[in-house]
C-alpha cells in the first residue's frame, strides 16, 4: 500500500524535473540564439562605414578634377596677355637688356613688358635724346630728381621673374629711353646695359 502511494510521487517528482531540464535546454538555445544576433550587429555599422568611405574617395575624386580644370584657367591668363599685345608692343627683359622695336609712331603706346630674367626689373618711359644724355649717377643709375619736369612718363612696379605688366603712355615726336633703373652704384641695372634708346615721329 504504501509503495504504491509513493510511485504517483516518485512519477510527479520524475516529471518535475523532467520539465525543469527542458526548460535549462530551452533558455541555453535561447541563449547561444542571442549570441549571432549580437554579433551581427556590428557587422551592418562596419558595411555603412564602408560606404562612407567609398563616397569620401568619390567627393576627393571630384574635388581633384576642379582643381585641374583651375590649370587651364591659369594657363588662359598669359593667353590674354598675349591678346593684348596684338595691337601692343611687346617689351622683353633680361640681364642686362630690354628687347623691343626702336621707331614708333606719335600718340598713345601700351607697353607689355615681361621679365624674362632672373632678377627684378623695372620698365620706365623717358624723354631724352638718349640714355647717356639724361642725368647719371656713378654706376649708371638715372638721377630722376634731376629730370626735366614730365620727363619720366611713366614706370612699372617692380616685376619678380617670369610677370608681366601693361603700361601705356603718350608719345609726342622725338627721343625717348626705355629703361630698368633699378639698384644703387655698380650694381644698377641701367648702368649694366639695360636700356634703349627709341624715336618717335
Not at 599685345?85 to 622683353?92: M, W
Not at 638721377?143 to 609726342?172: C, F, H, K, N, Y
Request: charged share 20%; net charge negative.
Amino acid at each position: 500500500m504504501i509503495s504504491r502511494r509513493l510511485l504517483p510521487i516518485g512519477l510527479a517528482a520524475g516529471l518535475a524535473l523532467a520539465a525543469c531540464g527542458g526548460s535549462s535546454d530551452s533558455e541555453g538555445e535561447a541563449a547561444d540564439t542571442l549570441a549571432p544576433t549580437t554579433t551581427e550587429q556590428p557587422a551592418e555599422p562596419t558595411e555603412d562605414f564602408t560606404q562612407v568611405d567609398e563616397d569620401e574617395e568619390t567627393t576627393t575624386t571630384e574635388a581633384d578634377q576642379p582643381a585641374a580644370t583651375a590649370a587651364p584657367a591659369t594657363t588662359v591668363a598669359p593667353g590674354g596677355g598675349d591678346e593684348a599685345a596684338e595691337g601692343d608692343v611687346a617689351v622683353s627683359m633680361v640681364e642686362w637688356s630690354i628687347d623691343a622695336p626702336t621707331e614708333y609712331s606719335a600718340g598713345e603706346v601700351t607697353f607689355v613688358a615681361t621679365n624674362n630674367g632672373n632678377f627684378p626689373h623695372e620698365f620706365a618711359v623717358v624723354r631724352g635724346d638718349g640714355y647717356e644724355s639724361l642725368p647719371l649717377a656713378d654706376g649708371g643709375a638715372i638721377i630722376e630728381d634731376e629730370l626735366p619736369a614730365g620727363a619720366l612718363l611713366d614706370r612699372t612696379e617692380r616685376m619678380g621673374a617670369g610677370s608681366t605688366q601693361s603700361l601705356t603712355v603718350t608719345m609726342e615726336p622725338g627721343n625717348y629711353v626705355l629703361v630698368c633703373n633699378l639698384g644703387a652704384g655698380a650694381n644698377n641695372h641701367a648702368g649694366q646695359g639695360q636700356v634703349l634708346d627709341i624715336t618717335v615721329s
